[in-house]
């Protein structure tokens, strides 16, 4: 790798012995071209970490007007409503005659994860006497206007977590609604 190149101390014979000082040099120059080498592999077969996304179902840009709405068992659908100060309220069911709920739930694990959860299996049994075990849970996501985006992201990672695949969210809310996540946040 490298060299030590030793030259002559002194030349002449005879007179007074003295000690010979060594002239050291070390030749870098193959260590050099093989750091540059090993840079140039590592670079070239590193793969640079790719982005996580998350993959969303958007609808079409130009809506048809002959879309026509499409009826879904109370049975199975849950209404999540976010609010302010990372208040989350859910339903099961219609808001004049729930099923479940109205109720506070917090983020995470021990609050609308656990929810998810139970509520789906429920659904799964429900959909299963009624003898069409295929169709799962459907959540409504109803973020308000004093909520944040990491609200929204949150629970777009508890439906994932939870294996939800049927969501989608929406932003219009009924005055009784509105009053009753006004009245959870006083």
């Known amino acids: 790798m490298a060299e030590l190149n030793t030259g002559d101390g002194g030349g002449k014979k ?3 012995v003295r000690s010979k000082k060594q002239n050291s040099k070390v030749d870098l120059t193959a260590m050099v071209d093989l750091a540059f080498l090993l840079i140039t592999f590592f670079m070239l077969t590193t793969t640079l970490s790719k982005p996580q996304s998350m993959s969303l179902g958007l609808p079409d840009k130009d809506p048809k007007d002959d879309s026509v709405d499409m009826k879904v068992d ?5 209404t999540v ?5 990372d208040k989350l309220v859910f339903y099961m069911g219609l808001l004049n005659n729930p099923i479940a709920g109205p109720k506070d739930l917090p983020y995470g694990r021990e609050g609308i994860r656990a929810e998810l959860i139970k509520r789906k299996k429920e659904v799964l049994a429900y959909s299963t ?12 996501i109803k973020p308000s206007k004093k ?10 990672d508890e439906m994932a977590i939870s294996n939800i695949p049927t969501y989608t969210i929406v932003n219009d809310f009924s005055p009784e609604e509105t009053k009753l996540l006004e009245g959870k946040q006083e």
């Open 14 to 16: 005879g007179g007074k």
């Open 74 to 78: 109370e049975n199975r659908t849950m």
């Open 81 to 85: 409503m976010m609010g302010a100060d």
């Open 129 to 140: 006497a009624k003898g069409k075990p295929d169709q799962g849970m459907i959540v409504i």
């Open 147 to 156: 909520s944040n985006y990491k609200n929204v992201i949150d629970i777009l």
